[in-house]
């Protein structure tokens, strides 16, 4: 009888996962920032879009401190 392979889960089905990794990515972010010390939050956003061109937005505003309302 052959083994059937062992599916991988989804990163959507281990939402503990993404939480921590999106945690890492904006402490990432904030240190890189505060190594820069932009004088605005415009600033912010730009240097973070040029550093982390791969990054979604919100995860860029969430590092600046933006509050998204």
Same mark, same amino acid.
């Given at each position: 009888? &052959? ?14 996962? /993404? ?18 010390? &932009? ?5 912010? /956003? ?6 982390? &061109?791969?990054? &979604? /937005?919100? /995860? ?10």
């Amino acid at each position: 009888m &052959p083994l059937v392979p062992a599916v991988p889960m989804s990163a959507s089905s281990r939402p503990g996962l /993404l939480a921590g990794q999106r945690d890492r990515s904006i402490a990432e972010m904030r240190s890189f920032l505060a190594g820069l010390a &932009p004088q605005s939050a415009s600033e912010s /956003l730009r240097l973070l879009r040029n550093a982390y &061109p791969d990054s &979604p /937005l919100s /995860l860029r505003v969430a590092a600046c401190g933006i509050d998204q309302r």
